[in-house]
T-cell receptor, first 113, second 114 residues
């Protein structure tokens, strides 16, 4: 079956620090990969995506590269802000399974001023 | 603001009761998916509705059921509530056939089962 594993949190950082959240996946087929963000009291928002190997998704200073050889999609940001404090979810979908998303367990990030 | 609204925002029930959660999809969207997010975990797919019929289901028992109405709004019904049903229930709307980037989530209903 399909599964996503991401590093457990919480991750606590100081403002302007470098952030990395590891994500690896197992999939039957060729998945599309996503990072979603959940701010307190809100629903999930798509942060970035990649649909094929070596694609790099980017948005709001965050980046992640689809690495088929290591089945990974690690999220990075060079300089975090307090406003980046949230829970981040790595997810995948298989085209044959429609829009069904398989999520990782989430990583809580806390950025301190 | 995604345009997907869920009600109620919070709900408390006791074990064995039944509950109905509601979702209004974003304008123009014809597909609704429901996810269960237990505390500290990622969301898990419950089922999807398209054209008022179930169009895919995750690993949830039959006491989880749903409806979609002609205006594409949706309900999630859970019978015989169990303590482990306590979770945030998320609704997501989309346009059938659109890529996943067009999936929009509501803010969820927080269900507590006592």
């Amino acid at each position: 079956g399909n599964s996503v594993t991401q590093m457990e949190g919480p991750v606590t950082l100081s403002e302007e620090a470098f952030l990395t959240i590891n994500c690896t996946y197992t999939a039957t087929g060729y998945p599309s990969l996503f990072w979603y963000v959940q701010y307190p009291g809100e629903g999930l928002q798509l942060l970035l995506k990649a649909t094929k190997a070596d694609d790099k998704g980017s948005n709001k200073g965050f980046e992640a590269t689809y690495r088929k050889e290591t089945t990974s999609f690690h999220l990075e940001k060079g300089s975090v802000q307090v406003s980046d404090s949230a829970v981040y979810f790595c997810a995948l979908s298989i085209k044959a399974a429609g829009n069904k998303l398989t999520f990782g367990g989430g990583t809580r990030v806390l950025v301190k001023p | 603001e995604t345009g997907v609204t869920q009600s109620p925002t919070h709900l408390i029930k006791t074990r064995g009761q039944q509950v109905t959660l509601r979702c209004s999809s974003q304008s123009g969207h014809n597909t609704v998916s429901w996810y269960q997010q237990a505390l500290g975990q990622g969301p898990q797919f419950i089922f999807q509705y398209y054209r008022e019929e179930e169009n895919g289901r995750g690993n949830f028992p039959p006491r989880f059921s749903g409806l979609q109405f002609p205006n594409y709004s949706s309900e999630l019904n859970v019978n015989a509530l169990e303590l482990d049903d306590s979770a945030l229930y998320l609704c997501a709307s989309s346009l059938q056939g659109a890529p996943n980037e067009k999936l929009f989530f509501g803010s969820g209903t927080q269900l507590s089962v006592l």
